[in-house]
């Protein structure tokens, strides 16, 4: 049981170039989220799905675009990237129902980012 | 204003000693859940502790616990018996809202407190 995975570790990018973070979650979770962590500055969510095909836009969407491609994998797409865009991402997923359900989200391992 | 304060952005404590790290937060709705989650420098987001609104009695994790106190909007997470493995950084974050079915809540973090356990 992997929980969350996250694609790739590291990556560095120029100006304008695109790229696509992908994340799997083996929980059988309904919602997946996407987070960027800049320092000092916590964990401020970019984009969240409820359920396979839909997606909806959190704090700071702009710059970024989403996929809800199945049930387990959420990818986070970059189509022109910018200096403002280095971050660390997170992604995470949570689901369940029932007494005491309280709707946890479980993190993936991060993906470092640098856009050069 | 911001809804997750953490007022302590770093932390000291001995070693086998207990430490609090302070949270508090800010909402209208009668509904909502507090976590805590711990980031140590390999950078992964663990989760701690959970505490709901409703919830009668503190909840507690191990060593960890959390002091809810609802009329002050606090929820403080105490660590008991320190350990050097509990260097990190530590996020209070809130869910608003009444779980209820299928859906989305979204977590609201605050800039966290960075604890450093001296031996």
């Known amino acids: 049981n992997a929980g969350v995975t996250q694609t790739p570790k590291f990556q560095v990018l120029k100006t304008g170039q695109s790229m696509t973070l992908q994340c799997a979650q083996d929980?059988?979770?309904?919602?997946m989220y996407w987070y960027r962590q800049d320092p000092g500055m916590g964990l401020r969510l970019i984009y969240y799905s409820a359920s396979e095909g839909t997606t909806d836009k959190g704090e700071v969407p702009n710059g970024y675009n989403v996929s809800r491609l199945n049930k387990r994998e959420f990818s986070l797409r970059l189509e022109s990237a910018a200096p403002s865009q280095t971050s660390v991402y997170f992604c995470?997923?949570?689901?369940?129902?029932?007494?005491?359900?309280?709707?946890?989200?479980?993190f993936g391992p991060g993906t470092r980012l640098t856009v050069l | 204003a911001q809804k997750i304060t953490q007022t302590q952005p770093g932390m000291f404590v001995q070693e086998k000693e207990a430490v609090t790290l302070d949270c508090t937060y800010d909402?209208?709705?009668?509904?909502?859940?507090l976590f805590w989650y711990k980031q140590p420098s390999s950078g992964e987001m663990i989760f701690l502790i959970y505490q709901g609104s409703y919830d009668q009695q503190n909840a507690t994790e191990g060593r960890y616990s959390l002091n809810f106190q609802k009329a002050r909007k606090s929820a403080n997470l105490v660590i008991s018996a320190s350990q050097l493995g509990d260097s990190a950084m530590y996020f209070c974050a809130m869910r608003e809202g009444r779980i209820s079915g299928a859906g989305s809540y979204q977590l609201t973090f605050g800039k966290g407190t960075k604890l450093s356990v001296i031996p």
């Open positions: 929980m059988n979770h309904n919602s």
């Open positions: 995470a997923s949570s689901g369940g129902q029932g007494v005491g359900y309280t709707d946890t989200q479980y």
């Open positions: 909402t209208s709705d009668p509904s909502y859940g």
